[in-house]
């Protein structure tokens, strides 16, 4: 399995942390640290902020985890660790693991009446709280296809640069996850590096 860093709220999401670190995968696959209040100074460049993030946090990790909860979206942490993941020229696969009780409110499951289509098939739908609840570059990405296609609204996680799945889903497969999200590192994706001025970041909070 590759390295993996777990970016997570430590005070609503410690008990998935736990057991992911726990789950049986050898625990020198994830990298134990995290960046939290103090660690670093505010009053730095975002450049600056993004690069000692990278090199002294997310240096050896080739992909990033995001454990979501209800308050993950607006911790300031949480969001600059996952775009100083994707910052520079070797971005992080990165991956979504939402709780499953919140998982089950971001998402609908409807059935295909897109114009000119009309297939019927099952469908994955974001609810209105999928904007409030899913982190700023976690959702983007998972909006971001190989090569720019697009087949929206039919797409699966696994085409998206990040994929988002619910917590013991991802739990029960763990290194299969994490291995999509490396591979894609190697395919071509128009990645959202950048959180937008109004996300809560270390230097936008």
Known sequence: MHKTFISYHHHGEQDLKDEIVTSGIERDFFI????????IDTNLSEDTIMQKIREEYIK???????LIGEQTAERPYVNSEIQAGLWGDNAVGLLGVVRDDLFDRIYNTTICTAAGCNCGIELKTPTALFDEKIP?????????LENK??????????????????YSVFKNNIEKYIDEAFEKRSKVFDIKKKNDPCIRTISHH
Request: aromatic residues 12%.
């Open 32 to 39: 134990d640290k995290s960046v939290e209040n103090g660690d």
């Open 60 to 66: 050896d990790a080739s992909v990033l985890v995001v």
């Open 136 to 144: 700023f570059l976690v959702k983007e990405n998972n909006r971001r």
């Open 149 to 166: 296609k697009s087949t929206y609204p039919h797409y699966a996680d696994s085409e998206a640069y990040c994929g988002i799945y619910r």
